[in-house]
Nanobody, 114 residues
Framework: QVQLVESGGGSVRLGGSLRLSCVFN????????MAWYRQVPGQERTFVAS???????AYSDSVKGRFTISRNNDQKIAHLEMTKVRFEDTATYYC????????WGQGTQVTVSP
């Protein structure tokens, strides 16, 4: 069983930076594709970024060039580095781990303010 715990959310000024963390509680993080999704109330959860077990990163067009996903399998943690944030980045951010089974964290809120 895997439990994901996100942290690092909060309020950030327009154009600023924020780093989200996702602690992987369980075994075998190296076998999981790690990803971040986000959701705004009333809308569907959408893909933000992913990082495969082989180190291939993918990003949504809206965050490409501004966000960076990383992982450290030994420390069992993944990060989402957010830079040059925009108002539309305001959302609840969810960590996701997939390796056959699919696991989600509880989410961390990010609010971009003027």
């Amino acid at each position: 069983q895997v439990q994901l715990v996100e942290s690092g959310g909060g309020s950030v000024r327009l154009g600023g930076s924020l780093r989200l963390s996702c602690v992987f509680n369980g075994n075998g993080m190296a076998w999981y594709r790690m990803a971040w999704y986000r959701q705004v109330p009333g809308q569907e959860r959408t893909f933000v970024a992913s990082l495969t077990t082989g180190g291939f990163a993918a990003y949504s067009d809206s965050v490409k060039g501004r966000f960076t996903i990383s992982r450290n399998n030994d420390q069992k943690i993944a990060h989402l580095e957010m830079t040059k944030v925009r108002f539309e980045d305001t959302a609840t951010y969810y960590c996701n781990a997939v390796s056959g089974a699919d696991f989600w964290g509880q989410g961390t809120q990010v609010t971009v303010s003027p």
